[in-house]
């Protein structure tokens, strides 16, 4: 667990035709498409640098 990382549940791989969802506990502004459209100003390299660390987070504690 990590203060600032929401748990991992898993991936769905049939909610989406060729491709996949990671699956997380719900957050207040909801998925990340719709944090977005609600804030244009939001700053998208630094959060592309976030889901990068998040998923690299999630690779190690799973042991890869």
């Not at 990590?2 to 502004?29: Q, R």
Request: net charge positive.
């Amino acid at each position: 667990s990590h203060p600032n990382i929401t748990p991992f549940i898993g991936i769905d791989e049939k909610l989406f035709k060729s491709k996949f969802a990671v699956v997380s506990t719900w957050m207040p502004n909801g998925s990340i498409s719709a944090y977005l459209k609600l804030s244009p100003s939001a700053n998208r390299p630094r959060l592309v640098s976030m889901l990068h660390h998040w998923w690299r987070y999630v690779i190690d504690s799973m042991g890869y």
